[in-house]
């Protein structure tokens, strides 16, 4: 009776050991990327974790950034924050004030990972980098650039050059109604996104102490002449019939005024290619895309990184976080590069990457995927154009996209940008107070 | 009718689950709210500042929040008002003794089982501006197409049409309940006496639904402040230019995308106290010409 016992003692422990010793480190991973993306994410994650015995990262769909960045706050309130995060651009500033997140470069130093910086492109790691030190991984980064219907703008007998100008889109746009080939010229969502890359087109600073980089902002530049600028001809197309509502910030139903060819121009983010290439096919048409418009008389200086980034969270075990770097690491290898850009249309990051593609001549039968890599890589390097640093980008979006609203219904546009600043202004101090900058 | 206990703790006992869940999710949340609008706070509480009565100084000197306060009295009134006249008239219609009865009823209900979210994107579906149902047939009919998201009136007339109909179901359910409890001898009474239909609503019938008609001033209140949020949030998301920002809507806006928790916990606080002094208008005017009583 005793013999039996201890075998079976001895078993449990074995089995035991066993089962301890096949427990994989989990890390969670939240991001804002929903339906094809959300699939796409998946392929990689579970190729991830085939190739990682030992780890085992769960990724799940928290919603629009927005959301994503509430449930973390939440999350952090709580104690129980996901290992690695998928964030927008614009909450930079928010998540270094939260004091939860590991920097990236902390987390490569002290674990030992491998990522070669010098290959990837230097605008994607510019925006992330905080006073010298990489802050987070950039991962899904994008630029907006002009797409247009080949076939539309044949039938109206107008042809779009690579980089038009702010006359050229009225010009066409007047071509295509007239013809009779449209509803509209074009249309975007109306989201501030698009003001803030159009101000570092035009080469200015959205918030002043240098786009919030050299300190907590307290100034938003709405009544510098760029944005004069920029908002007036907003003014002009929606008044002149040329450009289409889409509705407050609706990335979908701008997407489908052009693929239903309503109308015949549309900028959005380069993140579409794919979306917009499938429907053009479905359609019967010919997409092509081209740089984002300026304004005669203006020097073109390039746009701001888009997109989001990944972050690691700080206060979980060694093992947790050596697991999180390498599934970030992953994620940022030359290979998944190329999966994700050519899945979407988020430019490849690595500089590798771009020269496989340009050598297998991929490019030259997709050269839409091209536009946008090459519309950054003639960007100039300035403060206007690494992108503005600020916690409250939630309100100067509400408010600017207020400002356009009432524009449209008919105010002045000084009117409106001055209401807008003067609510802006008074965000960025009360959030300076409150970090104690 | 009263229950008699043999002491007191037995009551006491079985009263506290109840008492626990109001005061976990009811009572302590309000008293945080109290506490939380003296402080400007970010990420939901990571960051505080004392700031004294500074959110509430700001709030009523802020033009965008009082047209705020306004929009939402209007939008209240609009979806009571309404809301109460047209579900009245269709429960006098149901109560009818006809076929299918019972089917109309159910039908009429359906709408109140309805989330918000997608109520809310039922209306969207049929008055967008590019791609809805309405305006496709209007424009191939009449040959217009309105902007029912982009134009102030418009929206607010959508997001009160919405409101309205979503909670019909709830008014009808009730008043169907209260019509049924009209005695039959009372209306047979005053017919003999020579009263036309409409004496006999207005006379009879009316105040004896008075008890019903003031609890669903009091609910439909109740729900134009806090319950649209959803239909809000789907349709117009405030907007245009803030035509249909009430003021529920303004402080998810300030918590949830604007990150200011202090700012919206002192409009949680504004609009609950507006509510309890209508609410409570309500009960010293129109509460007194209730008739109570079979």
């Known amino acids: 009776m005793k013999r039996v016992l201890v075998i079976v003692m001895l078993g449990l422990l074995v089995f035991s050991g066993l089962v301890l010793a096949q427990e994989k480190t989990k890390v969670v991973f939240w991001h804002a990327m929903s339906g094809t993306r959300e699939a796409l994410i998946q392929r990689m994650v579970d190729n991830f974790n085939l190739t990682h015995p030992g780890i085992e990262v769960v990724a799940e769909y928290k919603g629009s950034y927005r959301d994503t960045l509430n449930a973390a706050q939440a999350a952090a309130v709580a104690g129980n924050a996901p290992n690695v995060l998928h964030s927008f651009e614009v909450g930079t500033q928010q998540l270094l004030d939260m004091g939860i997140f590991a920097l990236a470069q902390d987390v490569i130093d002290q674990y030992g990972v491998v990522i070669p910086w010098q290959d990837y492109l230097e605008p994607a790691l510019n925006y992330y980098k905080i006073g010298g030190v990489q802050a987070s991984f950039p991962w899904n980064s994008s630029n907006s650039i002009l797409y247009y219907n080949k076939t539309l703008l044949d039938k109206a007998g107008v042809t779009m050059p690579r980089e038009p100008t702010f006359e050229d889109i009225v010009a066409i746009s007047r071509a295509v109604i007239n013809a009779g080939v449209a509803e509209g010229g074009i249309t975007w969502p109306m989201h501030s996104w698009f003001f803030e890359q159009w101000m570092a087109e035009l080469g200015a600073n959205l918030l002043n102490n240098d786009n919030g980089r050299s300190g907590y902002a307290t100034e938003i530049n709405l009544l510098d002449p760029a944005a004069v600028t920029i908002m007036n001809w907003w003014k002009q197309l929606y008044d002149e019939g040329l450009w289409i509502n889409p509705g407050r910030e609706s990335w979908s139903q701008a997407r489908q005024n052009f693929t239903t060819q309503r109308v015949a121009m549309m900028i959005s983010s380069t993140s579409d290619v794919n979306l917009t290439q499938n429907a053009a096919f479905d359609g019967g048409w010919e997409v092509g895309t081209a740089f984002m418009p300026v304004p005669l008389g203006f020097d073109r200086h390039g746009v701001v990184i888009g997109g989001g980034s990944l972050w690691l969270t700080k206060g979980h075990s060694d093992a947790e976080m050596k697991a999180a770097a390498e599934f970030v690491v992953y994620m940022s290898q030359v290979a998944q590069d190329i999966t994700w850009h050519q899945s979407t249309g988020y430019f490849a990051l690595r500089k590798t990457s771009l020269q496989a593609l340009d050598l297998e001549g991929w490019y030259k039968l997709h050269p839409n995927y091209k536009t946008a890599s090459d519309q950054l890589a003639e960007s100039q390097i300035s403060t206007a154009t690494q992108g503005a640093l600020s916690g409250v980008f939630p309100d100067i979006r509400t408010y600017i996209e207020d400002a356009a609203e009432e524009v449209y219904g008919g105010a002045s546009v000084t009117d409106a940008l001055t209401k807008a600043k003067g609510l802006i202004d008074q965000a960025l101090v009360d959030y300076k107070e409150l970090m104690g900058g | ?294």
């Open chain 2, 1 to 294: 009718m009263e229950s008699k206990f043999p002491s007191r703790r037995l009551p006491l006992l079985i009263l506290l689950p109840t008492l626990f869940v109001c005061g976990m999710f009811l009572y302590y949340p309000l008293a945080q709210s109290f506490s939380w609008s003296l402080l400007r706070a970010a990420f939901m509480g990571l960051r505080t500042l004392y700031v004294g009565t500074q959110n509430y100084v700001r709030l009523f000197t802020s033009s965008a929040y009082l047209h705020s306060m306004w929009i939402s009295i209007v939008f209240a009134a609009g979806v009571v008002l309404l809301g109460l006249s047209i579900s009245l008239g269709i429960a006098l219609v149901a109560n009818r003794k006809v076929r299918g009865a019972r089917i109309y009823r159910t039908a009429l209900i359906w709408p109140y089982a309805l989330s918000p979210a997608v109520a809310g994107t039922i209306w969207l579906f049929l008055f967008n501006p590019t791609a809805g149902v309405v305006n496709f047939v209007l424009e191939r009919t009449v040959g217009i197409s309105p902007d029912w998201v982009t134009s102030r009136n418009l929206a607010i007339l959508l997001v009160v049409t919405a409101a309205v109909w979503k909670n019909l179901g709830y008014n009808i359910v009730f008043f169907l309940a209260g019509l049924q409890n009209v005695p039959g001898q009372v209306i047979e009474a005053a017919r003999i006496d020579g009263a036309s239909a409409w004496r006999c609503f207005w006379k009879v019938t009316l105040p004896l639904l008075s008890p019903t008609a003031f609890f669903l001033l009091i609910m439909n209140m109740i729900y134009a402040f806090f319950g649209v949020f959803g239909l809000v949030d789907v349709l117009t998301k405030g907007g245009p230019a803030n035509a249909t920002n009430i003021l529920i809507y303004n402080l998810y806006r300030d918590a949830f995308q604007h990150n200011k928790w202090g700012m919206a916990s002192a409009q949680s606080v504004i609009l609950f106290v507006m509510v309890v002094g209508f609410t409570l208008l309500q009960f010293r005017t129109t509460g007194r010409k209730v008739h109570y009583g079979g």
